[in-house]
């Protein structure tokens, strides 16, 4: 009887090994499903990081009722660095601070990646009184690779760097981003070309230092009739300037050579003289 009792105990004891085992097991099995249905191979921490930044995108519209049958302007970001490439293991957005080796190896010029231009022209455009009156109707960006995004007028765009770069990486990936809890696609990648999103009455006017048209911005825009619709090209590349078909006219507004971001807040400012708001 004792005899029995041994072997009958040890089988228990190998049921119990083998039950620990299987648990042991699933962990690895499920991370390894999980990382087959992601497509891209970045960290679960840079997926986190980014899907928390999505709650801060989604802001309160601005817009007046009696606003929005108003003419307004359009702003086109053209040739804007946002690329995004694998380095490692995980996909990042190429800069030239951070993967400036990356760059170099891969035969390309580190001074051409420079998405914080877009950033910082991006947050120009959505902080001017011009958009919180309601007046703003659009804004595209279109990046060096011909990829073409809209950007909601009341989104919120990430104030550091680092968070852009993460929203930034989530739409190139995923080609758009929704507001959580609701199905309104705050950014979201469109197909080219830009101008039939554009209304019919518009008038497209382009920036460049180099163009022998050189203009006062804020006589510019006071003697455009009040009914057009105006369409502002910037450029948000380092070097060179924008040189697109569908521009009606290029000015240059300054004697000396602005950033993408300072040109826009004189845009705007000029708009917001023309029209009053304060």
Same mark, same amino acid.
């Given at each position: ?6 072997? @009958?105990?040890?089988?228990? *004891? ?6 620990? $085992?299987?648990?042991?097991? !699933? &962990? ?103 958009? @919180?009156?309601?007046?703003? *109707? ?6 060096? $690779?011909?990829?073409?995004? !809209? &950007? ?33 696609k705050l950014l979201r990648v469109i197909k080219n070309p830009v101008t039939q999103y554009l209304p019919i009455d518009c008038r497209k006017i382009g920036f460049s230092h180099s163009s022998e048209k050189l203009v006062d911005i804020q006589d510019y825009v006071n003697g455009v009739n009040n009914d057009t619709n105006l369409v502002f090209v910037v450029g948000a590349m380092a ?40």
């Amino acid at each position: 009887m004792v005899r029995a009792y041994k072997v @009958k105990g040890e089988k228990r *004891k190998k049921k119990g090994e083998n039950y620990d $085992k299987e648990e042991e097991i !699933e &962990v690895p099995l499920e991370e390894e499903e999980s990382t087959k249905r992601v497509k891209t191979e970045h960290t679960a921490a840079d997926t986190e990081a980014a899907e928390r930044v999505v709650d801060l995108l989604s802001g309160i519209p601005v817009v007046a009722a009696d606003q929005t049958n108003k003419a307004g302007v359009i702003f086109i970001i053209e040739r804007a660095s946002l690329e995004i490439a694998k380095i490692g293991k995980t996909y990042q957005l190429l800069n030239s601070d951070e993967h400036s080796n990356f760059l170099k190896k891969n035969g390309r010029n580190p001074s051409d990646y420079r998405p914080d231009i877009a950033h910082q022209a991006m947050l120009s455009i959505l902080d001017s009184r011009v958009n @919180k009156a309601g007046r703003l *109707k659009a804004l595209y960006v279109r990046t060096e $690779k011909g990829v073409l995004f !809209e &950007v909601k007028p009341h989104v919120r765009i990430p104030r550091t760097f680092k968070r852009f770069a993460g929203i930034m990486l989530q739409l190139l990936q995923k080609l758009s981003i929704t507001a959580v809890g609701k199905r309104e696609k705050l950014l979201r990648v469109i197909k080219n070309p830009v101008t039939q999103y554009l209304p019919i009455d518009c008038r497209k006017i382009g920036f460049s230092h180099s163009s022998e048209k050189l203009v006062d911005i804020q006589d510019y825009v006071n003697g455009v009739n009040n009914d057009t619709n105006l369409v502002f090209v910037v450029g948000a590349m380092a070097h060179g300037k924008i040189d697109k078909d569908y521009v009606e006219d290029y000015l240059s507004i300054s004697d000396y050579p602005l950033s993408a971001a300072y040109c826009i807040s004189m845009i705007t400012n000029a708009m917001e003289r023309k029209w009053k708001i304060l």
